[in-house]
C-alpha cells in the first residue's frame, strides 16, 4: 500500500514562488505515474502536472506550462512542484497523486491529503 503526504503551500502574493512537496510511503515501484492536481472551490479537479516515474517524461496543463515544474526523486520517494510566477487563479487545493501500474486486480490510484495554495493580488 502506498501512501502519500504533501506539505508546503500556504498564503503567497501574485507573481511570487512556492514548492510543493509529496513524501510516498511504501513500494514507489508500484506507481506508473506521479501527478499534481488542483481543485478550486465550485470547479472540478484538474491535472496541472505529471511525472513518469521510470522516464522522467513531464506533461502540463496549458494553464500553468512554463510557470510550473514537477521533479521526483526516487531516492528519497518525494515528488516536487516548483510553482512560479503566481496568479490568483491558481489558488485551489493542491493534491499529490499517484497512479498505479497495471495488475490483474486493475489500477489503483493514489491520493494525499492535499494542501491549501492561495493567491492574494
Known amino acids: 500500500q502506498v501512501q502519500l503526504v504533501e506539505s508546503g503551500g500556504g498564503l503567497a502574493l501574485r507573481g511570487g514562488s512556492l514548492r510543493l512537496s509529496c513524501t510516498y510511503s511504501?513500494?514507489?515501484?508500484?506507481?506508473?505515474?506521479m501527478g499534481w492536481y488542483r481543485q478550486a472551490p465550485g470547479q472540478q479537479r484538474e491535472l496541472v502536472a505529471s511525472?513518469?516515474?521510470?522516464?522522467?517524461?513531464?506533461e502540463y496543463s496549458d494553464s500553468v506550462k512554463g510557470r510550473f515544474t514537477i521533479y521526483r526523486f526516487l531516492t528519497n520517494k518525494t515528488q516536487l512542484l516548483d510553482i512560479s510566477d503566481l496568479r490568483t487563479e491558481d489558488t485551489a487545493r493542491y493534491y499529490c497523486?499517484?497512479?498505479?501500474?497495471?495488475?490483474?486486480?486493475?489500477?489503483?490510484?493514489?491520493w494525499g491529503q492535499g494542501v491549501q495554495v492561495s493567491v492574494s493580488p
Open positions: 511525472i513518469h516515474n521510470r522516464r522522467g517524461d513531464t
Open positions: 497523486h499517484g497512479e498505479g501500474i497495471a495488475t490483474p486486480d486493475g489500477i489503483q490510484d493514489y
Open positions: 511504501g513500494n514507489i515501484f508500484s506507481i506508473r505515474v
